[in-house]
């Protein structure tokens, strides 16, 4: 009933049309940096690029995030495009022009980026309302950066009735220019911190007898809790469990009453999630018992698998070839273990994310400096692409090219 109308010259005509706008909004942001999930500037950047648009515009009280509708003329499905819009805590040292003006700040993952595409695709299919089978909603999302910034938009009631599909692009200096890329099935691990806290009894430096040392008992629980993970998780549902901090002590010459670890436990589904974050609460409580310490273990619970929707994915495949060719589509063999707060989204409704490569001209995507390095730059014209890819998505997830 609903075939795709438009073709896949439209939306990259659209896409470069639309790149000097994307380019002046993407350094506007990247200059003024906010963290969390309360960034006024960069939503008062978002409201004025879509200023005068025929938009719904949804609030909530939990975040600066904002929900833009776009309502076609029939009454058709809903899909949802998403932005997430937060920068991350480190100082910026790429030296160009609108370099971040706050030290501590800086758009190191790109969010600028996928803020500035989706204002555009929000202007390219408003311009061509007419012509769209149903409702697309822009997610403008911040607090990504570990502040489940998504989870609260969806509490808030923002993305209620849910959309019938979901798509999100993220920026990528590490995949070839102007190259989508995604998979089916987790894209992204869980990601759950974890800590530690092994209470031993403090005393002098030269008389352990008199006193229990916590600091060897933690070292035996680093090295048990990787002997945990790789005789007790299958490589083919893997975890990652990293103890990244340890703390104790004050000087030489005094035993410390207390040793905390803090770490992270990343897997590829829930239930590998939850079996792991038992096993290392079982490891640590008893390799401190066998000592006659004690180990507190909690954990934070942070983002869930960001799961791909196989439909939605091919559909992302079928797209990007239609938009850019043969070589526009990399069907990714592995899943990354690093993790993302659209999984929310994807857990409610079916969609996929994608990678969208965007290595700086000249640089090679297999060296240049990764996300979340303080030297990351990437390449601005691909976001004609990401334009247009957001455009053609929506498009094709409101016509029967998605059978859901
Ligand atoms: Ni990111």
Request: with cysteine; charged share 20%; net charge negative.
């Amino acid at each position: 009933m609903n075939a795709l109308t438009l073709d896949a010259k439209t939306w990259t005509d659209a896409g470069e049309a639309l790149l000097p706008d994307a380019v002046a909004l993407r350094r506007a942001i990247h200059a003024e940096p906010e963290l969390g999930l309360d960034l006024p500037k960069t939503t008062a950047k978002v409201k004025a690029a879509l200023a005068g648009l025929p938009l719904e515009i949804r609030e909530g009280p939990s975040t600066s995030g904002l929900i833009a509708v776009l309502r076609g003329p029939a009454n058709g499905r809903t899909v949802l495009l998403r932005g997430d819009m937060d920068a991350l805590p480190l100082t910026e040292d790429t030296g160009l022009p609108f370099s971040s003006q706050h030290e501590g700040a800086m758009h190191a993952c790109g969010h600028d980026t996928h803020v500035a595409m989706l204002a555009g695709a929000a202007r390219a299919l408003c311009e061509r309302r007419d012509q769209l089978p149903g409702s697309v909603m822009f997610m403008f999302q911040p607090g990504e950066e570990g502040w489940h910034g998504a989870r609260f938009m969806l509490e808030d009631g923002l993305i209620d009735p849910l959309p019938d599909a979901a798509f999100a692009l993220h920026i990528s200096p590490n995949m070839p220019r102007g190259v989508i890329a995604s998979r089916t099935g987790p894209l992204l691990a869980s990601s759950d911190k974890i800590r530690i806290k092994v209470k031993g009894k403090g005393g002098h430096a030269s008389m352990p007898q008199d006193a229990l040392d916590p600091i060897p008992i933690a070292c035996e629980i680093v090295i048990a809790l990787q002997a945990m993970v790789t005789r007790r998780v299958a490589v083919s549902d893997p975890a990652v469990v990293t103890i990244a901090q340890i703390d104790s002590g004050t000087t030489d010459n005094i035993i410390p009453e207390v040793a905390r670890l803090r770490g992270t436990i990343r897997t590829l589904s829930e239930r590998q999630r939850e079996a792991v974050m038992a096993q290392v609460e079982r490891v640590a409580t008893h390799v401190a018992l066998a000592h006659g310490a004690e180990a507190e273990v909690s954990f934070d619970r942070g983002f869930p698998v960001t799961v791909c929707d196989g439909r939605v994915v091919d559909l992302a495949e079928e797209t990007a070839r239609r938009l850019f060719g043969e070589q526009g589509f990399i069907r990714m063999t592995h899943p990354m273990m690093g993790a993302e707060d659209f999984s929310y989204v994807l857990h409610k409704v079916p969609g996929a994310m994608a990678f969208l490569g965007g290595a700086p001209e000249g640089g090679d995507f297999r060296t240049c400096c990764a996300l979340h390095s303080n030297r990351m730059v990437i390449d601005e014209s691909v976001m004609a692409r990401g334009i247009a890819m957001h455009c053609a998505m929506a498009e094709a997830m409101l016509s029967d090219a998605l059978e859901l």
